[in-house]
T-cell receptor, first 109, second 113 residues
Framework: DAKTTQPPSMDCAEGRAANLPCNHS???????VYWYRQIHSQGPQYIIH???NNETNEMASLIITEDRKSSTLILPHATLRDTAVYYC??????????FGTGTRLTIIP | KAGVTQTPRYLIKTRGQQVTLSCSPI?????VSWYQQTPGQGLQFLFE???????NKGNFPGRFSGRQFSNSRSEMNVSTLELGDSALYLC????????????FGPGTRLTVL
């Protein structure tokens, strides 16, 4: 099945950059990579998305490899409020985005 | 700009009852999608509505239905509730149908006893 692969959990020290990896080796050329995060029991929050080029917004940066088989979400200065489950997703030819199990990121004080 | 709102936020029902959940999208958004989130299955797509028409449906039984009104507000209904329907039901809106950046509401926590 086409899907993304993420580590189940990661820790990051407060104030440091959090780098969350994602493998999506089966993604097609015109399919975007989206990142969302979900803080406990809240609705998922959109972070960023990209196709080929690296992207940056006020929340994060997204680095996509040239072959598009993997990407990394970077939170430049992690705070305790960044503790959440982070989802790397795409639609993989379907009409809707498909969510996996994500990475549980814990920011350590 | 106001975000996606969902009502009610919490609901307790008993088996066999039915329930209706409501979602108001971000102003100007015409697509509304519904998701079910459980600890065991994660986030699963239920259906999408665009311009009052259901254009996409996930793998759920017919007990799950929805509709969208002319102002883009949407409701989903679950009939003959089962214990396994206990979940967080999330609504998301976007500008266009299909794959687009979706903005989620806070969800409705449904507990079936």
């Amino acid at each position: 099945d086409a899907k993304t692969t993420q580590p189940p959990s990661m820790d990051c020290a407060e104030g440091r950059a959090a780098n969350l990896p994602c493998n999506h080796s089966t993604i097609s050329g015109n399919e975007y990579v989206y990142w969302y995060r979900q803080i406990h029991s809240q609705g998922p929050q959109y972070i960023i998305h990209g196709l080929k080029n690296n992207e940056t917004n006020e929340m994060a940066s997204l680095i996509i490899t040239e072959d598009r088989k993997s990407s990394t979400l970077i939170l430049p200065h992690a705070t305790l409020r960044d503790t959440a489950v982070y989802y790397c997703i795409s639609n993989f030819g379907n009409e809707k985005l498909t969510f996996g199990t994500g990475t549980r990121l814990t920011i350590i004080p | 700009k106001a975000g996606v709102t969902q009502t009610p936020r919490y609901l307790i029902k008993t088996r066999g009852q039915q329930v209706t959940l409501s979602c108001s999208p971000i102003s100007g958004h015409r697509s509304v999608s519904w998701y079910q989130q459980t600890p065991g299955q994660g986030l699963q797509f239920l259906f999408e509505y665009f311009s009052e028409t259901q254009r996409n449906k996930g793998n759920f039984p017919g007990r799950f239905s929805g509709r969208q009104f002319s102002n883009s507000r949407s409701e989903m209904n679950v009939s003959t509730l089962e214990l396994g329907d206990s979940a967080l039901y999330l609504c998301a809106s976007s500008w266009k149908a299909g794959v687009d950046t979706q903005y989620f509401g806070p969800g409705t926590r449904l507990t079936v006893l």
